[in-house]
């Protein structure tokens, strides 16, 4: 048996050679005449030459053999509803999608804006996109107006795909205001808007010529069936942004052939779901993990997989766990945060259903705290397996690797570098590789693996700079994130290097933050930090300077300015970027250059030392963050 150490060292000095089997696990319908071209670093090319499609491959090469086999499961405890389909009946509702999109003039390289919630017209729009070689952006259904267009700007969608309304705890929250606004502010909007209608929002209001019924034009396409584009292995297959060190949001490339093979040897490797089986992501399709574990990963590999619209405590906290009992679910994908919430609950809840078929459990997004890992170990009984990537990969940097060998894990760990991963600990200072428990930069040695990012969309220079400018004596790929590696050779994430912060699994900008509390024509200056959180992992602090001070000169009327601007933020960005509190101080802490101390303020805001303040302009800011802080 291979050990996962010599299988993990062969994918690094063979990529060819082992890549070249992965592959094989994927459908092509021409075969690729490389495995890998490397002629421009970091530009990397997979599989050059080989025609394939993600849609094929989710959906038509399972039809022979498992045509009947249920293939997405939607659950909604925010509705009340319940459905499946088989592969032949997923096959049916991709087709008359795909039907629809071409006969509002999308093809091969276009852009698709999907604005949903998680209902399974969004997994239908995504394959139907990539089925016509278009390429799909997922935007998260919580951004507000101004985020969607900034994003609708960058894309430059043909249409959009949407809905009247998501649902959060029951009550229903209207997507279409936001959809109008967005394209009002838009400079380049979409020709059509394709509404999925669940008559959540009696009120919606629609644009005559513009917005579309769903549901009409399904009836309409019914019985369709449009062949699949076959797409160079390099094409794009879709675009997702994540939030970056600047206000304006990456939007995040992704290829073809490249991440169906990553994808499918993940499911294997790493989540250890055979085909058949059901497969359980928590996640949201607006995020990466929905992207790859909700929708391609799991079909890709002939699972069943779940899609869940609602909360993990509603109408109880054992929803989950009695989906993994009713469905069988065998490999389950959640997130830190979400184990936190059920941690607070009852802990008969954890009990109440029969989770037997639980293989296991991988969770991912934010560092995993030992306590957490443990508690959830002890309650359901199977391994808790921790594991680290990015947007911009796709797929785990970090993990165990099951499916290779069953590794003994630490709690805290998400264990070694993934097979195709050249992972180093670069010293932020010497670009020095770092030793044993001492902290680094976690790099990873390109070429970057198939799946991950190939570039930002539409600005190659921007790609170069922004995640290969960081050491200047070697060309690495930075995550942006602090790590150690202990002496056994598992691996510890620590948190960012940069301004971006981690809200529940989340990447959020701080200068996105700081840019949509600045839109409050009050505020004169602000300053954003990420403050380490018992629940969510990170919090977003705001410290803000008011134009006029008068407006902050009692506790009252600084309290009505802070609730003013949340409001500003939750317009600007949605809810989920709105700070945890607005302090208000008449300085902000910098130095004599005029760079804020946000390190300075960050390490206050936890009780820690504010570290070297021998360049601080006026000593005073700081000790007015203090005073903010005790209220």
């Given at each position: 048996m291979t050990t996962y150490q010599e299988f993990h060292a062969r994918s690094i000095r063979d990529p060819e050679g082992f890549w070249g089997e992965q592959a094989k696990l994927i459908d092509w319908h021409r075969p690729y005449d490389k495995v890998l071209e490397y002629a421009k670093p970091p530009f990397r090319s997979w599989f050059a030459g080989g025609l394939t499609n993600l849609c094929h491959n989710a959906v038509d090469r399972h039809l022979a053999t498992r045509g009947?086999?249920?293939?997405?499961?939607?659950?909604?405890?925010?509705?009340?509803?319940?459905?499946?389909?088989?592969?032949?009946?997923?096959?049916?509702?991709?087709?008359?999608?795909?039907?629809?999109?071409?006969?509002?003039?999308?093809?091969?390289?276009?852009?698709?804006?999907?604005?949903?919630?998680?209902?399974?017209?969004?997994?239908?729009?995504?394959?139907?996109?990539?089925?016509?070689?278009?390429?799909?952006?997922?935007?998260?259904?919580?951004?507000?107006?101004?985020?969607?267009?900034?994003?609708?700007?960058d894309a430059q969608p043909k249409v959009m795909v949407t809905s009247d309304a998501g649902s959060r705890g029951g009550k229903a929250i209207a997507l279409k205001p936001l959809v109008d606004e967005s394209i009002r502010l838009s400079k380049a909007p979409p020709a059509h808007v394709v509404i999925v209608n669940r008559g959540l929002d009696a009120g919606m209001a629609r644009t005559p010529g513009r917005d579309l019924d769903y549901a009409e034009l399904r009836e309409k396409h019914a019985g369709a069936r449009v062949p699949v584009a076959w797409l160079e292995s390099n094409e794009p297959s879709y675009i997702l942004y994540t939030s970056g060190t600047t206000g304006k949001p990456k939007g995040v490339q992704r290829d073809t052939g490249g991440y169906a093979v990553a994808l499918a040897a993940s499911m294997k490797h790493i989540y250890c779901s055979n085909p058949g089986e059901a497969y359980f992501s928590t996640s949201d399709i607006g995020w990466v993990v929905g992207h790859s574990y909700i929708v391609y990963g799991p079909l890709i590999n002939g699972s069943t997989t779940i899609m869940y619209e609602g909360l993990p405590i509603r109408p109880d906290p054992a929803i989950w766990w009695k989906i993994v009992a009713d469905y069988k679910v065998t490999s389950m994908f959640s997130s830190p945060t979400a184990i936190r919430v059920l941690k607070k609950q009852d802990p008969a809840y954890m009990a109440k259903h029969d989770v037997k078929c639980l293989k296991y459990l991988f969770l991912a997004g934010e560092p995993l705290d030992e306590p957490t890992a443990r508690w959830v170990s002890d309650n359901l009984g199977c391994p808790i397996v921790d594991n680290y990537w990015q947007t911009e990969t796709g797929w785990p940097i970090l993990s165990a690797c099951l499916g290779v060998e069953d590794t003994p894990r630490k709690f805290?760990?998400?264990?070694?570098?993934?097979?195709?991963?050249?992972?180093?600990?670069?010293?932020?200072?010497?670009?020095?590789?770092?030793?044993?428990?001492?902290?680094g930069v976690l790099c990873i040695v390109p070429p970057l693996p198939p799946g991950a990012m190939t570039t930002v969309w539409g600005d190659d220079e921007r790609y170069v700079k922004t995640y290969y400018g960081t050491f200047k004596d070697e060309m690495v790929y930075s995550t942006f994130d602090w790590a150690t590696r202990d002496k056994d050779g598992y691996y510890f994430v620590l948190g960012r290097t940069d301004d971006v912060i981690?809200?529940?699994?989340?990447?959020?900008?701080?200068?996105?933050?700081?840019?949509?509390?600045?839109?409050?024509?009050?505020?004169?200056?602000?300053?954003?930090?990420?403050?380490?959180?018992?629940?969510?992992?990170?919090?977003?602090?705001?410290?803000?300077?008011?134009?006029?001070?008068?407006?902050?000169?009692?506790?009252?009327?600084?309290?009505?300015?802070?609730?003013?601007?949340?409001?500003?933020?939750?317009?600007?960005?949605?809810?989920?970027?709105?700070?945890?509190?607005?302090?208000?101080?008449?300085?902000?802490?910098?130095?004599?250059?005029g760079k804020l101390l946000r390190r300075s303020i960050q390490a206050l805001c936890e009780g820690r030392d504010p570290g070297d303040l021998t360049t601080i302009e006026d000593p005073g800011a700081l000790e007015q963050i203090r005073a903010a802080l005790k209220g």
């Open positions: 009947a086999q249920k293939a997405l499961v939607w659950i909604s405890t925010e509705v009340d509803q319940e459905r499946s389909w088989t592969f032949a009946e997923l096959a049916d509702e991709v087709n008359r999608f795909a039907a629809i999109l071409k006969s509002l003039g999308v093809g091969k390289g276009d852009r698709v804006l999907i604005y949903m919630p998680m209902v399974p017209e969004a997994v239908f729009a995504m394959l139907a996109t990539v089925r016509i070689g278009a390429i799909h952006s997922v935007v998260f259904g919580g951004f507000a107006a101004a985020s969607l267009a900034a994003r609708i700007d805290g760990s998400p264990s070694f570098p993934v097979y195709g991963y050249n992972v180093k600990l670069k010293d932020e200072v010497t670009g020095k590789e770092a030793g044993a428990d001492q902290k981690n809200v529940a699994g989340h990447r959020l900008g701080t200068r996105e933050i700081e840019e949509a509390v600045q839109a409050h024509a009050g505020i004169a200056e602000v300053a954003v930090v990420g403050v380490a959180d018992s629940l969510k992992g990170q919090v977003p602090m705001a410290f803000a300077v008011a134009k006029d001070g008068s407006r902050t000169a009692t506790r009252e009327l600084a309290a009505a300015l802070e609730k003013e601007v949340m409001a500003t933020v939750d317009r600007e960005l949605g809810a989920i970027a709105r700070p945890a509190r607005v302090h208000f101080v008449t300085v902000l802490p910098k130095t004599r250059s």
